[in-house]
C-alpha cells in the first residue's frame, strides 16, 4: 500500500458558531494529483489552513506524512503555492533566483548561508519550471503565469514530497492554463511529486488530476476522476446548490 | 573641512558617526521600503525625541550628565515594542500603532521639554541634527549599534528577506516570522537612535527611505538594492555635512535636501536607461 501524505479523520472546524468543516475524512496517497473542488465558501481554503497548521481542527485528527500535525516539524518536506502568491508586491526588487532562494530559507536553517550547492539546486528548480533563461530578471517584469511558475519553482527548490497549490490559475491568461496543468503533470508523474491542487474550475482540473474530491462543508464526493466527470449534472447542482455545467476535456 | 578633521577630534567623531549611519540608515531602511513600513521610522524617531527629552530633563533636574542617547534609544525600543503589541490587538487595522505611537511620542516630549524649561541648543542639535554635538563616548556607542546592527542583519539577511517578500509564505516554511518581525523593528529603533546625532528626529526617517527610493528606481534585485542606497546615502552624508559645516546649518538639512536632489536625479537616470534601452531594441 502507497504511503498516506496527508490524512484527516471526522475533522471539524468552525468560525464562530458557523460550520465549515463537518465529519471529513480524507486519505491522500503517494503519487496522487488530487483535486479538491466545491462552490467558494464550501470551505476547500479553510481544509488547506488546517492541513497547513494555520487553523487548528476543532474535532478530528489530521497526519502528515504519518505524523500527527500537532507534532509534526518538517515543513520543508511539504510546498505551498498560495492564491495569493500572485498578489505580491510587484515592485520588489528582487530577481527570480532570489525568490526562488527564499524557498531553501527555512531547511538551510537560521545562522547558516547559502552554499555552492544550494545555488545549484535553486537554478535547477528555475530550469524544473522552464524559466531558467530569466534567472536573473526582476520578478515584476514577468508575466502573471512566469510569476506562477517562479511560486512553483520556489516552492519545488526545498524538495518536497507534497506540494499544495490553492486556486494557482487565478489571475492567469487562458491560454497558459494548459501549459501549467501540463507542468503539474510532468512533476507528478517524473518528479512524483504529491499534489493536491484547490479550484473552482472542474473542467481543466478533470483532464490533469488523478482524483478528485469535492468539498461543501462535508466530502460529497472522492474518486478518480472518470468517476467523476461521469457524475450527473444534477448531482453536482445538488451539491454546488444552483446549477452546474461540467464542461469535459479529452484526456489527450 | 579634511585639514580641520585632523585638528578637532569633535569633526572627526561627526565624520566617522556620519559614514556608519550612511550605512546603517538605508541598510535598515530598504527592509522598511519593500515592507511598506516606512512610517515606523517616523513614529519611532518621535518617541526617542520623547526619550531625549526626559534625559534632558533628568539631567537638569538630578544635575547628572549621560548621554540623552541612552534615554533615547530606551524610548525607542519601547516604542517599538509597542507597536507590535498594538499591531497583534488590532490586527485588521495594523497600521494604527505608528499614528498612535507617534502622537504619543510628540505629547510626552512636549512634557519633558517644558519641564526642562523649554528649548536649548542641546534640543534644537537633537531635532536638526548637529555637526559639533558628537561627543566620543557617542561615537563608541554608535559604533557599538552599527556593529551589532550590521552583524544582526548579515545573520538573519535569508530570513529577514524572505518574511518582507511574503509573510505567509515565511510563515509556511516553518520561519519563526514574529521573533524575526520582532528583532528587525528593535534593529531600526537602534539605528534611529544612532542617526539622531548627525540628521536629527524630524529627518531621521529621510535618511532611511529617501536613499532607497532613488536606489529602487535602478536596482534589479534586492542585494543591489542595499548596495546602491548606501553609495548614495554615503555621498548624501559626506557631502551634507561638509556643506553644513561651511554654510553653518545644522546638517540634517544639508543631508536631507542633497537626498532629494539625488532621487530627483534618480528619475532622470530612470528615463536615460529607458530610452537606451528603446534605441537598442530599434537598432
Not at chain 1, 474535532?59 to 505551498?80: A, E, M, S, T
Not at chain 2, 561627526?14 to 531602511?29: M, Q
Not at chain 2, 525625541?49 to 537638569?60: D, N, Q, T, V, Y
Not at chain 2, 537612535?193 to 535618511?207: D, Q, Y
Amino acid at each position: 500500500m502507497p504511503d498516506s501524505i496527508i490524512r484527516l479523520d471526522n475533522v471539524d472546524f468552525s468560525y464562530g458558531n458557523k460550520k465549515v468543516l463537518e465529519n471529513v475524512n480524507l486519505n491522500i496517497e503517494q503519487g496522487m494529483f488530487m483535486g479538491l473542488v466545491g462552490p467558494n465558501g464550501g470551505g476547500k481554503s479553510t481544509l488547506i489552513q488546517l492541513v497547513l497548521g494555520l487553523l487548528p481542527p476543532e474535532k478530528g485528527d489530521i497526519h502528515l506524512l504519518n505524523k500527527p500535525i500537532d507534532q509534526f516539524k518538517q515543513w520543508n518536506r511539504i510546498g505551498f503555492v498560495s492564491q495569493k502568491a500572485n498578489t505580491f508586491n510587484k515592485g520588489f526588487p528582487a530577481t527570480v533566483f532570489e525568490v526562488v532562494s527564499m524557498g531553501l530559507t527555512a531547511k538551510i536553517g537560521y545562522f547558516h548561508f547559502m552554499k555552492k550547492k544550494d545555488k545549484q539546486r535553486v537554478y535547477e528548480a528555475i530550469s524544473l519550471v522552464g524559466m531558467e533563461n530569466e534567472a536573473h530578471s526582476n520578478i515584476g517584469n514577468l508575466s502573471g503565469g512566469q510569476q506562477q511558475r517562479i511560486f512553483i519553482a520556489r516552492a519545488l527548490v526545498s524538495e518536497p514530497e507534497l506540494l499544495i497549490l490553492d486556486e494557482p490559475t487565478v489571475g492567469i491568461d487562458y491560454q497558459n492554463v494548459d501549459r501549467f496543468y501540463e507542468l503539474l503533470h510532468r512533476l507528478n508523474k517524473e518528479e512524483n511529486i504529491t499534489l493536491l491542487l484547490v479550484s473552482h474550475d472542474t473542467g481543466v482540473l478533470t483532464k490533469y488530476a488523478t482524483n478528485v474530491v469535492c468539498l461543501n462543508k462535508t466530502l460529497h464526493f472522492h474518486g478518480n476522476s472518470e468517476e467523476y466527470t461521469a457524475l450527473s449534472t444534477d448531482y453536482l447542482s445538488e451539491i454546488y446548490g444552483h446549477p452546474v455545467q461540467v464542461v469535459v476535456h479529452d484526456h489527450g | 573641512m579634511f585639514s580641520d578633521i585632523i585638528t578637532f577630534d569633535f569633526l572627526r567623531h561627526t565624520f566617522l558617526t556620519g559614514l556608519l549611519i550612511g550605512i546603517i540608515a538605508p541598510l535598515l531602511g530598504s527592509f522598511l521600503v519593500v515592507r511598506r513600513l516606512s512610517l515606523l521610522a517616523d513614529a519611532l524617531s518621535h518617541v526617542t525625541l520623547a526619550g531625549i527629552a526626559f534625559g534632558l530633563f533628568i539631567e537638569k533636574q538630578f544635575l547628572i550628565t549621560f548621554s540623552p542617547l541612552y534615554s533615547g534609544m530606551g524610548f525607542s525600543i519601547i516604542g517599538a515594542v509597542l507597536i507590535e503589541k498594538l499591531r497583534s490587538l488590532y490586527k485588521a487595522y495594523q497600521e494604527i500603532g505608528i499614528p498612535i505611537i507617534l502622537s504619543g511620542g510628540v505629547g510626552l516630549s512636549v512634557i519633558f521639554i517644558a519641564l526642562a524649561n523649554g528649548f536649548n541648543t542641546d534640543l534644537f542639535g537633537f531635532l536638526f541634527g548637529s555637526v559639533s554635538a558628537v561627543t566620543v563616548n557617542d561615537l563608541y556607542l554608535i559604533s557599538a549599534i552599527s556593529i551589532f546592527v550590521i552583524l544582526a542583519i548579515v545573520l538573519f539577511y535569508k530570513e529577514l528577506l524572505t518574511l518582507s517578500f511574503d509573510e505567509e509564505h515565511a510563515t509556511v516554511s516553518g520561519i519563526h516570522s514574529k521573533r524575526i518581525h520582532f528583532l528587525f523593528i528593535v534593529l531600526t529603533a537602534l539605528v534611529i537612535a544612532a542617526s539622531i546625532r548627525i540628521v536629527g528626529v524630524l529627518l531621521v526617517s529621510a535618511l532611511m527611505t529617501l536613499p532607497v527610493a532613488a536606489a529602487m528606481r535602478l536596482a534589479k534585485s534586492f542585494k543591489q538594492l542595499i548596495f546602491l542606497s548606501i553609495v548614495l546615502a554615503e555621498f548624501s552624508v559626506i557631502t551634507g555635512l561638509i556643506s553644513g559645516y561651511y554654510a553653518n546649518i545644522p546638517p540634517g538639512g544639508t543631508i536631507v535636501v542633497i537626498s532629494i536632489i539625488v532621487l530627483i536625479l534618480s528619475f532622470f537616470w530612470n528615463k536615460v536607461t529607458l530610452k537606451q534601452h528603446k534605441g537598442d531594441r530599434v537598432s
